[in-house]
């Protein structure tokens, strides 16, 4: 059943480390979107590209509690997943820009970002696709008889899915440690949440599927995910239980590079409403604040240290080579494949 | 050796490695408790358990991804369809999971998965249950693919199959399942992908085909030799990808005649894609156009004589080697 856990005051009981280290994170994750964005206008980064802008507190309220050796895995909209499981920013924009030293050689982009030795275990641009990839690295897990735990993350639109009822279902049945994360952003690309799914609260439909629990939460609130997703993942991870958890945000940019941030399907007011009163970052700062936890000096300090991070990362972006045309045919298979260019007598 | 199934050979395959690894695992509709639906995995819920022998609820898609996200984090799952029909369901994962994962990290994963249940027609189940989409398959960078004729070619491609660390499209047939041949009994015996079988040899005609329809080729060859004094050689090249195309031309410069058969349709078949390669390859050996013999280009009917009318039938083998050797 979806409930609401009560918001707390208390900041979790979180030390003043760990709620700088979590405001730091949301900085980094707006302001690396937002330099990804004047790296695509200038045509450094070409394709799809989905920003994260607005959603911050939901990444980094479910990541920031997860241990080093915890898998995560979301959809395309995956660069903020990705540095707050530790990628290094530098290959994650090398990566964008289609160059050797990406994280996945520049053969991905950035709907396709991957670093297993990090536990991202990605990217993935399918609607849905990797939901079934969750559950069976939930089914590895129990298999191995660890108690690791892993987070797939996912948009509105996939709980009218097919592979979304076969996936929740089999993590139930099975009893697989999966946390599943809806980022309720309102839309899929220009579909509004109510025009799809013949349901209010997503996580409602949680209630089908025994020993599952859902949650709808105010997912603007970067504490109260990660309050929310602590309980999720101590039932994973102690009782092998899965959950379902409805995080309610906002994108205040377009659906990607090609969408305007309003028009057609949600207007300027919309927009600027969410923008002005329900900024998860504004929000957690003027708790901070509110609190003496951090001061304006501090955050001063935090957005020269981010600018520095995404400054060397587009630097070494810019410095790494583009790939080899020998690289075409590479990474295909493990080993040998024989006659793979032997249809192939021009390039 | 010993004289058995190529059920049984299967069965041979799956549990000797999966005593031989214990990251294998096997799930599928019906292959626990109900022995497999075909009876292919017999006995090994008993000797494995339910975490190495796992029935799925019918959710193709849903479990294709599990072995898939498996094998993500390393661990050999063999997924195994009720029959390749269903497998429609599941192409994402096949297709856009599997063979793209490896490529899209820059090659940071394996993905040691064999995804393998029957193909083609058996008796009179109409459209929906009878396909042979190897080709849709081979189609694909990134992907293996098999289809073994016998009982020995299946034993020792499928152990070879869930060795491999790229996923194996493994197609077995529905028809073959009762079918006996000498297999060896031997842990260590497996068969190499990406090689072709001589099944047969000859001077006169060289006749490619692969899965059930070998069979039939066989009793045509037997036709040929009787009736027309015609020896063709028999090549079943077992993986359509990686293909051994060179065993195929090098038989073709010998006969310079060439027949091409298959048991799934026509456009853009298996066949297709071979003349493809031995025109760019061999076009000055041939003494003739290259035939092909496919199932209809229609899908397949219910009705017992439309379905035989169906089939790549061993006298159509027989009237295209005729053809192709000018003996009409
Ligand atoms: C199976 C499939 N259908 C359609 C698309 C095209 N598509 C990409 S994103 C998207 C909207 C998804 O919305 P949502 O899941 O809410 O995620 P959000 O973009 O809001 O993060 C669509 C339709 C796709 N990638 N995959
Ligand atoms: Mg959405």
């Known amino acids: 059943m979806a409930t609401n856990i009560t918001k707390s005051d208390e900041l979790l009981g979180l030390d003043r480390d760990a709620l700088v280290e979590m405001l730091r994170w949301m900085i980094l994750g707006r302001r690396f979107e937002e330099r990804c964005g004047e790296m695509y206008q200038v045509g450094e980064i070409g394709g799809f590209c989905h920003l994260y802008i607005g959603q911050e507190a939901v990444a980094v309220g479910a990541l920031t509690p997860l241990r080093k050796d915890d898998y995560v895995i979301t959809a395309y909209r995956d660069h903020v997943h990705g540095l707050l499981c530790g990628m290094d920013p530098g290959r994650i924009m090398a990566e964008l820009f289609g160059r050797v030293a990406g994280c996945s050689k520049g053969k991905g982009g950035s709907m396709h970002l991957f670093d297993p030795a990090v536990g991202f275990m990605g990217g993935h641009a399918i609607v849905g696709g990797h939901l079934p990839l969750a559950v069976g690295i939930g089914y590895a897990i129990r298999y191995r008889e660890t108690d690791q735990v892993c987070v797939c993350f996912l948009g509105d639109s996939v709980a009218n899915i097919g592979a979304f009822n076969e996936s929740l279902n089999m993590a139930a049945l099975f009893q697989l440690p999966v946390v599943f994360v809806i980022e309720n952003n309102q839309y899929g690309m220009g579909t509004a949440v109510h025009r799809a799914a013949a349901i209010e609260n997503l996580a409602d439909r949680a209630c089908a599927y025994s020993g599952m629990q859902g949650w709808t939460i105010d997912g603007m609130d970067v504490l109260e995910v990660r309050g929310t997703i602590e309980m999720a993942i101590d039932r994973a991870r102690t009782h092998k239980l899965p959950s379902l958890i409805e995080a309610k945000t906002y994108r205040f940019v377009g659906h990607s590079m090609s969408d305007p941030n309003y028009g057609h399907y949600r207007t300027k007011e919309e927009v600027s409403q969410f923008k002005s009163h329900d900024d998860p970052i504004k929000r957690f700062i003027e708790r901070l604040v509110k609190r003496q936890v951090i001061s304006a000096a501090d955050l001063d300090s935090l957005e020269q240290e981010v600018k520095k991070i995404l400054d060397d990362s587009v630097e070494f972006a810019k410095s790494s080579p583009i790939p080899q045309p020998d690289d075409l045919y590479s990474d295909i298979y493990t080993g040998e494949f024989p006659g793979i260019r032997r249809r192939d007598p021009w390039r | ?328």
């Open chain 2, 1 to 328: 050796m010993a004289l058995i199934t190529y059920r049984d050979a299967l069965n041979q395959a799956l549990r000797e490695e999966m005593r031989r690894d214990p990251d294998i695992f096997l799930i599928g509709e019906e292959v626990g408790a109900y022995q497999g639906a075909y009876k292919v995995s017999r006995g090994l819920l008993e000797e494995f358990g339910e975490w190495r022998v796992r029935d799925m609820p019918i959710a193709e898609l849903g479990f294709t991804g599990l072995g898939v996200g498996a094998a993500m984090v390393g661990l050999r799952p063999i997924v195994e369809y009720m029959t390749w029909s269903f497998a429609l369901l599941a192409i994402d994962g096949i297709v856009n999971a599997a063979a793209k994962l490896r490529y899209m990290s820059g090659g940071q994963f394996k993905m040691p998965i064999t995804f393998r249940g029957p193909s083609g027609a058996a008796n009179q189940l109409a459209a929906t249950h009878s396909q042979a989409l190897e080709a849709w398959y081979a189609h694909v960078p990134g992907l293996k693919v098999v289809a073994p004729a016998t009982a020995r070619d299946a034993k020792g491609l499928l152990k070879s199959a869930i060795r491999d660390e790229n996923p194996v499209v493994f197609l077995e047939g529905e028809l073959l399942y009762g079918m006996k041949a000498e297999v060896p009994e031997d842990e260590d015996f497996t068969l190499p992908l990406g090689v072709s079988d001589v099944k047969r040899p000859g001077d006169d005609v060289t006749i490619v085909v692969h899965s059930r329809p070998v069979h039939s080729a066989l009793r045509a060859t037997e036709i040929l030799e009787r009736e027309d004094g015609i020896s063709a050689e028999l090549i079943d090249p077992r993986t359509l990808r990686p293909m051994d195309i060179d065993t195929i031309l090098d038989s073709v410069r010998r006969t310079n005649r060439c027949v091409i058969v298959e048991e799934g349709w026509p456009f853009c078949g298996i066949g297709a894609q071979i003349v493809d390669d031995i025109q760019r390859e061999a076009f000055d050996y041939l003494d003739a156009p290259v035939a092909r013999v496919t199932g209809a280009d229609a899908p397949h009917p219910y009705a017992g004589n439309l379905e035989q009318l169906h089939f790549p039938q061993a006298e159509y083998i027989v009237k295209a080697a005729r053809r192709v050797c000018y003996r009409e």
